[in-house]
């Protein structure tokens, strides 16, 4: 380890979050402090059927601006099963639920600062449900757009949440591999959709 943990303290929390302030030791015998966000897993969801991919549009406190992403969110539980978490997201936000659930992987969501995994899935087989927002989720808005209006979005700049275009990479590349995959090779990744993701 480069840095070593000397001591540890909780310096705010609320229902969404929490805030350390840890002493640190640099393996170059520098001491200093790193200030950590702790916040349980969340998902984000790749909703598409056929050419279209459906997208929330929501106002972000923090840039003060209506924005455009990928459904995504977290339950503020830890442990929660995050095929169980990305489905609820999915309705919740949406109104729609999925008839297939792939798990595309797991990423880490600004860990300069942040502690928190967002898990990556794709839903296939969609239907209409009723929505269930939040009620901090007041100003949703559903955008049904076509995957190439989607992509023209990320980039001319209208999409600029990272987590939405790092899931639509993860989910290119996944793609890119299927394409070119043997049928035993699908086969295998169809078993391997059914372990239990790794923590």
């Not at 967002?118 to 927002?133: K, N, R, S, Y």
């Amino acid at each position: 380890m480069s840095i070593k943990t000397l001591s540890s303290r909780e310096v705010y929390r609320n229902a969404w979050l929490r805030v350390r302030e840890d002493e640190v030791e640099r393996s170059n015998g520098v001491h200093g402090i790193y200030g950590v966000v702790d916040k349980d897993d969340c998902a984000i969801i790749l909703p598409i059927q056929g050419e279209t991919i459906y997208l929330i549009e929501q106002f972000r406190y923090t840039v003060q601006d209506r924005c455009l992403e990928l459904p995504q969110g977290g339950w503020e539980t830890a442990g929660v099963d995050p095929e169980e978490l990305a489905r609820g997201e999915l309705r919740e936000e949406t109104g729609l639920t999925a008839q297939s659930m792939t798990r595309l992987g797991a990423l880490w969501i600004a860990y300069g600062f942040t502690h928190q995994k967002q898990h990556v899935f794709l839903a296939t087989g969609l239907a209409p449900a009723e929505p269930d927002p939040d009620p901090e989720e007041h100003d949703l808005t559903l955008r049904a757009v076509s995957i190439r209006q989607f992509e023209e979005m990320m980039l001319n700049g209208a999409i600029r949440d990272c987590s939405t275009l790092a899931a639509w990479g993860l989910y290119k590349l996944w793609m890119e591999r299927r394409e070119h995959s043997s049928p035993v090779q699908r086969e295998n990744e169809e078993s391997v959709k059914q372990l239990p993701p790794s923590s």
